[in-house]
């Protein structure tokens, strides 16, 4: 899956420095180009796991269970600090 997500990333990029190299725009953005390949390279080395946001689902859900969650967002957005003018919805 990583090695997948990183071949789609790169490629994308190179497209984008090759469109910047056509175009003929400044070496100064050709170089900032090739240097985000660069760094993102280095974002997937070989066998190392990347993570999926999906992973945290349901984390904290045991907490949860004894908190009306309404009652919680209703207090909280209460607390918020208003702009003048603002409609206060309590």
């Given at each position: 899956m990583e090695n997948e997500h990183k071949r789609r990333l790169i490629a994308r990029l190179e497209a984008l420095k090759q469109a910047v190299e056509e175009n003929g725009v400044s070496e100064e953005v050709a170089r900032a180009v090739y240097e985000e390949l660069r760094r993102v390279d280095s974002l997937f080395p070989e066998g190392v796991k990347t993570h999926s946001i999906m992973e945290l689902e349901g984390l904290g859900a045991e907490y949860w269970r004894s908190?009306?969650?309404?009652?919680y967002l209703e207090e909280e957005r209460a607390s918020w600090e208003r702009p003048e003018g603002w409609p206060n919805r309590h």
């Open positions: 908190i009306d969650v309404e009652k």
